[in-house]
């Protein structure tokens, strides 16, 4: 009697490879993507409360550590949140690496003569883009959660460290955080594009209103954050 190693050549079949379909893949993108658009929106309302003093944004920081005391442990909240946005960045971040690699397979010849592919400017800088937008995150962590960088750093004194980071004289740091609030933006506009594209209608007119809409969100969103660095910068806060 034959065994199934015997057939094999003596050897155990191989075990097949995980290979989530595009589509799946593409769901996790879009999940991922609005629960971090979702936070971009609430993390954006937070920070102009700079506006309202000192004592309001203060207030605010310490009520994100310290809600559902005592129940719940300190910062629950907080590490939930982080939790939750690791792993929605890690699930965008490596579906997209997945679903880029299997368009290149599928469009393996080069042509010899390039024409100039139909598309945004946005869709065409999403890689530099991207890169600008991780560094700009552990140099935000490092800065404004931890107050390893910052020159005040001090734990729950919000306002006072936003302060010293965009003074005039660290115009280097304000230049940094815009570009890469500027490349969110770009960011936001092209995924939120994409992905209400691929849920309407392909007409003139709804491409119209899904193209304002992803727009004008990233317009209020790239504004809003911005609004922060240049009032320092301007003196309205400070």
Known sequence: MVTLGERAGGRAPAR?????????LKFVMAASGVIMLLFLIGHMVGNLKIFLGA?????????????GEPAVPE???LWIMRVVLTAALLGHIGSAIVLTRRAHKARPVKYVHHRKVQGSYAARTMRWGGVIIALFLVWHILDLTTG?????????????NVAADFAPDRWYVTLFYSLAVVA??????????????????????TQRTLKGVALGLAIVLTAGFLSVPFAVLTGLVG
């Open 184 to 205: 969110v933006g770009i960011h936001v506009r092209h995924g939120m594009w994409s992905a209400l594209q691929s849920i309407g209608r392909s007409s003139v007119a």
């Open 16 to 24: 097949r490879r995980v290979r989530l379909p595009s589509v799946q």
């Open 75 to 77: 910062q629950t909240l």
């Open 55 to 67: 004592e309001a944004i203060d207030t605010y920081a310490h009520w994100l550590r310290t809600v």
């Open 148 to 160: 390893t960088v910052n020159p005040n750093g001090v734990s729950g004194a919000v306002y006072d």
